[in-house]
């Protein structure tokens, strides 16, 4: 057997061993409590980050899990094999929906990844995560701007001379680029939204879309594509013209929270050691299977059936396509929302009108797309924000963060040696070699484009970082079907969070009394779809369960955002000013 085969069972055995010790402390202390959970039956349905943390919670908790996945676990966050790549015994090439990003206002996620046994890893896969030392504003016509993220530990990009050069120089014309009177003016946004009160923010800032908060119509290029689109189509992959000021504001703070030290789970930017499913969900699946999870994967949910009060079953087609009714004591719906509402019939429509409401939520395409090299371009190590990009493209050369990995000896043909891994933002606007939008193009026109804007950023200051002779292959996400026809889809699209969608996310209970949401779009302290928000809204449902049958289990840790205790007193002045009815103290409109 080959390196990579040996490497794979020695890992998959150290993880049937670490979890075994896991499950059996765990069963044990359940055990102690004297519960009756385990005699309580759960269907998880969806097998995503949300479904996937439901099960780890309630397995914990002594109950009987079967998750229901139509497709592959894991949802978006996967890793997938690139089809017919792998060659003289490699593992394939590693595809994605999108690149991984697990900053440090994480704390749910990462409780969770460090209760995954990982070989070798005394703090489970969390162990697995690594920080990028810098991020990197790429410019289009402009030297890159290079920011650090400094972190204890923290070891600075070595910088040639003509590097430092570079980012001196970027620097330097990124501050003339925005006048000094709208870089003041945006900090002064900033400290409003701070100082703001929670009704102000959940009710003035909801309302107001991030454009207008800012003023970035009044303000120079540079202003409205790094602190306006920059920030929200390409970071959080909503337009600013439409995106709610407090959701986009409320992620800033946190960020720069995060970027300060204050109630961070690590540093800013963080991402895996490894291919996910390598680093994270293959460990999480075989440790949630010693906890007794069952997975049926290939089970579509076509409906949940509701009636005298409860939910009686659910409706789940096997991948013969055979529908059958699947009964439990109680279900959690994990799936995406534009999945999960399909499923809701009336009846059950009726009986909680939230569910009604979930109708208005906003979903809209971020896809990835991989281009593999045979040899390794000369961008640093960090993630790659093209702010110029027509189509909002972000990116990160992945093999210099495995460490543990020799790409071309692991993966594929032994020929490509790095991923450059891209997130597509934007499908609605025209690129630049053909004049036409992203859902316009074929798969094949996509990938040229996607890669001609790439080069259009980073290849555009003297220097060839990007070269056609060195690209090998790319991979668009198979979720998207039908480009270049008129009626393209995309089955793993994005909640956005356009002006009036705090109000509209469900809570994680209902009042279906064994019926319960877990996704990122319920409504948790992180207003953002995010695996946070999904690993905490299934904390929340886990929760929710439990109170409703008085279980004496322990109940899920949902940790907020960060609040700064020093800014607490003026969001008290600021709520008598709201409540007055006057603006914010800060406010100079």
């Not at 959080?236 to 929270?257: C, D, M, Q």
């Not at 270049?484 to 909640?495: A, I, S, Y």
């Not at 209902?510 to 948790?524: E, H, K, S």
């Amino acid at each position: 057997m080959d390196r990579v085969g040996n490497s794979r069972r020695t890992f998959m055995a150290g993880v049937a061993a670490t979890a075994t010790v896991a499950a059996a402390t765990t069963t044990a202390a359940r055990a102690a409590e004297g519960t009756s959970d385990a005699m309580q039956s759960v269907a998880v349905l969806g097998g995503g980050v949300a479904g996937l943390t439901a099960a780890h919670e309630l397995a914990e908790r002594g109950f009987q899990v079967t998750v229901y996945e139509r497709r592959a676990l894991g949802g978006k966050a996967r890793s997938m094999d690139v089809p017919d790549s792998a060659k003289a015994g490699r593992r394939p090439l590693p595809g994605e929906h999108g690149f991984r990003f697990i900053p440090g206002i994480y704390h749910n996620l990462p409780d969770t990844m460090r209760r995954i046994p990982f070989p070798g890893n005394a703090n489970g896969v969390w162990d697995n995560l690594v920080a990028p030392p810098e991020m990197v504003f790429a410019r289009t016509g402009h030297e890159d701007l290079r920011i650090p993220l400094p972190w204890p530990g923290h070891k600075p990009a070595d910088l040639t001379l003509d590097e430092f050069r570079r980012a001196l120089t970027a620097l330097l014309d990124t501050a003339v680029g925005i006048p000094a009177h709208e870089t003041a003016y945006f900090v002064n946004r900033l400290l409003v939204f701070l100082t703001s009160c929670d009704e102000r923010r959940d009710q003035t800032w909801e309302s107001v879309p991030w454009w207008d908060f800012i003023r970035a119509a009044q303000m120079s290029y540079d202003y409205q594509r790094i602190l306006a689109i920059g920030l929200t189509r390409n970071i959080v992959a909503t337009k600013a013209e439409e995106a709610s000021t407090r959701t986009v504001a409320r992620i800033l703070e946190a960020f720069v929270f995060n970027a300060l030290g204050r109630g961070a789970d690590g540093p800013l930017d963080r991402i895996l050691n490894a291919p996910t499913n390598e680093a994270w969900i293959d460990p999480w699946v075989a440790h949630l299977e010693k906890l007794g999870v069952r997975f049926r994967i290939g089970w579509t949910v076509t409906e949940v059936k509701y009636g005298s009060g409860r939910v009686t079953a659910a409706v789940i087609e096997d991948p013969q396509g055979v529908r059958q009714s699947v009964a439990a004591d109680h279900y959690v719906s994990a799936m995406p929302v534009e999945h999960a509402r399909r499923t809701w019939g009336a009846e059950l429509r009726a009986a909680d009108p939230q569910l009604a409401r979930c109708d208005k939520l906003e979903t809209d395409w971020m896809t990835g797309i991989q281009f593999y090299l045979t040899e390794r371009a000369p961008v640093p190590h960090a993630h790659l924000n093209l702010i110029d990009s027509p189509w909002s493209l972000t990116a990160i050369q992945q093999a210099a963060h495995w460490p543990g990995r020799d790409f071309a000896a692991d993966y594929g043909d032994g020929i490509a040696v790095d991923c450059l891994s891209v997130d597509i933002s934007e499908w609605d606007l025209p690129g630049i070699l053909y004049g036409k939008t992203a859902k316009q193009c074929t798969r094949t026109e996509v990938a040229r484009e996607v890669w001609a804007q790439l080069k259009a950023a980073l290849n555009d200051t003297g220097a060839t970082v990007l070269k056609d002779s060195a690209l090998h292959s790319w991979f668009l996400d198979p979720g998207v079907d039908g480009l270049g026809t008129p009626n393209p889809t995309n089955d793993d699209e994005l909640l956005i969070h356009p002006v009036g969608t705090f109000h509209n996310r469900p809570q994680a209970a209902t009042r279906i009394p064994n019926f319960f949401l877990a996704g990122d779009y319920v409504a948790v302290d992180i207003d953002l779809a995010t695996m946070e928000g999904a690993n905490a809204s299934a904390r929340a449902a886990v929760n929710a369960l439990l109170d409703g049958i008085g279980s004496p289990a322990a109940r899920c840790t949902v940790k907020p955002l960060f609040r700064a205790p020093e800014i607490e007193a003026l969001k008290r002045h600021d709520r008598l000013r709201y409540r007055l009815g006057l603006r914010n103290l800060l406010d100079l409109g």
